[in-house]
């Protein structure tokens, strides 16, 4: 007792210790996403796999892994097939790891499973709050030891919200997880947050502040380039302002910007960013495809398919990251591509190719079928002759002989797709007829009710019952169903309902298609002109004095150029790494361009730089496997760098920009290969003769400092001039 009593002087870690208190959690088992219809009219999406395992299975051994000792499920619809999953899985009886259900039939939001744990007395400290559907490897440690400091100093510190890099793409204004670009105002001192919007009308290429905000903090850092992990560490007052509070139902939209906008309480959220570690929700079908692929690139480590962890069936780790099970019955003609994951059981048949895919257990593939792209679940038929194409097909799918899955395809349980049918791009088919009342979603997530998708009037049906309902509807129905899914099919094609049309192919496992980044940029550069004719991006006449603008308008250019370069090279390593055409590289840049206001020139250089980088940063172990780094990413890229080169002018634009590469530390070893380089522009077209000569005739000029390279490139331009002479004779 002495121990526990200690003195003001040391006793207090002790004290600490022995009145310490488990690490907490509260995972939201959110059964109802949106985009995720009618998949999840049917199962949870927590147990949807991912991979090859639940997605829950993912939060759970994270949360273990993290030092998480209590978990408290929350499950609303569908709660008994969770509950069931987690009494029959290996969690239950893990040593210092405890995990909890706690059922409600009546909650409907994450506000009002929140109320619920309050009344449950179940919470006795800080804890950690996330959904079901979160992948992470990221430690708790840091986060959690910031939150308590600060709890410390200020009471009303309440939350700690996990984000991290993550620019949105400049044409669609989304992020690679498929959710909207997000504005946040950060303390860049305190790491306070000041300012949350995911809603903000980005076509006007402008957000709103309250003045107050400007005022009453001394610095402030707007940003359009973090992603929300959707981790909280929350203080048990979190819980209680939920209980005072019944108009929080939604945790950002109500929760997050009512704090904000409260200057009576005084509460507070801070943010905490990690860097190195991973952290991402699936949110929809772009981010289960994204997230998916980053498994499967190993960025979720140890969360690994070749891993084992609770809840998975490892694999074995090939080649060019090739998972595949031990059971797998492949023939010998069958061409399995890189990236791709195949489970226990599955067969494939002659000249069958699958590439960029998740096969999951005991599937059956046929002869000369096609697959690219796509998430094919349990116990899935493909007949030979098909071709899938970024589509998902659920379990006890059947796809009949020469049946066809467009971009963006789901098949919901057990459809049947007839022979030779073509099921259009973005289609959703289910067994279930779709349902003409509309619903909220306020469901246990953190979801956004905007999309206008179709809800369900019975979404807390127990199983037993959906189960019943669904086999009554499918003998009552499939005559009507087989019309709709070709002969012999079964099941119901899903219209988009009013509104819901812009979701399908931003929200798609598909990438998005060409037509639509054209119809992106024409619309934002037909808004940037109104904008421009109609004076409403420059501010009132008088706001700005002249000496502001002349002091500040050179360092705000450079700042602006700095920023494009970075956004390009970034741009230009997505393209390379996922493949992208050059058209689609072509639309980014310009977008960028325009969002920047800078011109055609500037993506020249920048372009140019990017792809240098590139070949710098390529393994090579001498000046010769350099210089062929960049003949190989030059000759991919040729096409796209010649979009940018319509005069000499773009053309020698281009040599400037190699000297200050040459010059800078991070490429310096460029510098001895300058005339090969320039010799290579040259015979591969990219560069003219003329071009170079002009750019020798300017440095003529220059000091004798600024010569270095031409004196390099001296037996080359004495070729070309001599060249030059004898056509002239």
Same mark, same amino acid.
């Given at each position: ?10 006793? &207090? ?20 996403? +949106? ?5 999840? $009219?049917?199962?949870?999406? %927590? ?31 569908? =709660? ?57 490897? !990221? ?12 709890? *410390? ?15 949105? =793409? ?35 290429? !402008? ?58 309480? &005084? ?30 690139? *190993? ?108 971009? &963006? ?72 169903? +087989? ?7 079964? &099941? ?125 940063? !390529? ?13 190989? %990413? ?45 010799? $290579? ?49």
């Amino acid at each position: 007792m002495a121990a526990k009593k200690g003195n003001r002087g040391g006793g &207090g870690d002790a004290e600490e210790e022995l009145t310490r208190v488990p690490l907490q959690a509260v995972l939201l088992a959110d059964s109802f996403a +949106t985009l995720f219809r009618p998949i999840t $009219l049917e199962r949870p999406k %927590v147990l949807i796999p991912l991979v090859n395992a639940p997605m829950i299975d993912y939060t759970l051994a994270w949360l273990e892994s993290a030092g998480v000792e209590e978990v408290f499920v929350f499950c609303a619809a569908h =709660s008994r097939q969770v509950i069931d999953y987690l009494k029959n899985s290996k969690w239950i009886d893990q040593p210092n790891f405890t995990v909890t259900t706690i059922e409600s039939h009546n909650s409907t939001s994450a506000g009002d499973a929140l109320r619920i744990i309050y009344e449950r007395h179940v919470i006795h400290g800080d804890f950690v709050l996330v959904a079901g559907d979160t992948v992470s490897n !990221m430690s708790l440690t840091d986060a959690l030891k910031e939150h308590k400091e600060r709890r *410390r100093k200020d009471s009303n510190a309440v939350m700690t919200m996990v984000i991290k890099q993550s620019k949105p =793409s400049a044409v669609t204004r989304q992020s690679r997880l498929g959710t909207e670009e997000l504005f946040m105002a950060i303390d860049p001192d305190t790491k306070q947050l000041l300012y949350y919007e995911d809603k903000a009308d980005v076509r006007k290429g !402008m957000i709103s502040l309250e003045k107050e905000l400007l005022f009453d903090n001394s610095s402030i850092s707007l940003h359009n380039d973090k992603q929300d992990c959707y981790i909280d560490i929350c203080s048990q007052e979190v819980l209680s302002l939920f209980t005072d509070n019944f108009d929080y139902q939604h945790l950002r939209r109500h929760f997050v910007k009512g704090l904000l906008l409260d200057d009576i309480m &005084g509460y507070k959220i801070f943010t905490h960013e990690i860097h190195s570690s991973y952290a991402a929700r699936v949110d929809n079908y772009r981010s289960y495809a994204t997230i998916s692929k980053d498994i499967i690139q *190993r960025w979720t480590y140890p969360l690994v398919p070749d891993i084992q962890f609770f809840g998975n069936c490892a694999t074995k780790l090939e080649r060019q990251g090739k998972y595949r099970a031990s059971d797998v019955v492949l023939s010998r003609s069958a061409q399995i591509g890189p990236f791709t994951v195949i489970g226990n059981g599955t067969k494939i048949g002659n000249y069958s190719e699958v590439s960029n895919s998740v096969i999951g257990e005991g599937c059956l593939i046929g002869s000369n079928v096609s697959i690219d792209g796509c998430y094919i679940w349990d116990n899935v038929t493909i007949e030979d002759g098909c071709k899938l194409k970024h589509a998902i097909a659920c379990d006890g799918v059947i796809i009949k002989s020469g049946a066809v899955l467009e971009a &963006g395809v789901v098949l919901s349980f057990k459809v049947i797709i007839g022979q030779e049918f073509v099921v259009p791009a973005y289609s959703k088919v289910s067994l279930l007829e779709q349902p003409l009342k509309q619903d909220s979603d306020e469901e246990l997530e953190y979801a956004d009710n905007s999309s206008g998708n179709i809800e369900f009037t019975s979404i807390y049906d127990e199983p037993e019952r959906l189960e019943e309902k669904l086999r009554t509807e499918l003998s009552n129905s499939q005559v009507q169903a +087989t019309s709709e899914v070709g002969d012999g099919g079964v &099941g119901f094609i899903w219209s988009v309902s009013e509104g819901g049309h812009e979701d399908e192919w931003r929200h798609s496992v598909a990438p998005i298609p060409a037509d639509k980044l054209v119809e992106i940029i024409k619309s934002a550069t037909e808004e940037l002109e109104l904008s421009n004719q109609d004076g409403n991006i420059l501010p009132p006449s008088g706001e700005l004095g002249p000496d502001s603008v002349d002091n500040d308008s050179d360092e705000d250019a450079r700042d602006d150029s700095a920023h494009f370069n970075k956004e390009v090279e970034a741009t230009f390593i997505r393209a390379v790494e996922e493949n992208h055409k050059e058209e689609h590289v072509i639309l980014e840049v310009n977008s960028l361009r325009l969002s920047y206001n800078l011109t055609s020139s500037d993506c020249t250089g920048a372009l140019f730089y990017a792809m240098m980088k590139y070949a710098s940063d !390529m393994p090579h172990g001498s000046s010769g496997e350099l210089l062929k780094n960049v003949a190989n %990413v030059t000759a991919k890229w040729k096409k796209l760098l010649k979009y940018y080169l319509p005069s000499i002018d773009e053309e020698i634009e281009v040599i400037l920009k190699f000297e200050e590469m040459c010059l800078e530390e991070s490429t310096k070893e460029l510098s001895p290969l300058f005339m090969q380089i320039l010799n $290579l522009l040259y015979n591969n077209d990219i560069l003219q003769e003329e071009a170079i000569l002009n750019w020798a005739s300017e440095k003529e000029e220059a000091d004798e400092a600024d010569k270095h390279f031409l004196k390099q490139a001296e037996e080359l331009i004495q070729w070309l001039k001599n060249a030059s002479e004898e056509e002239e004779e």
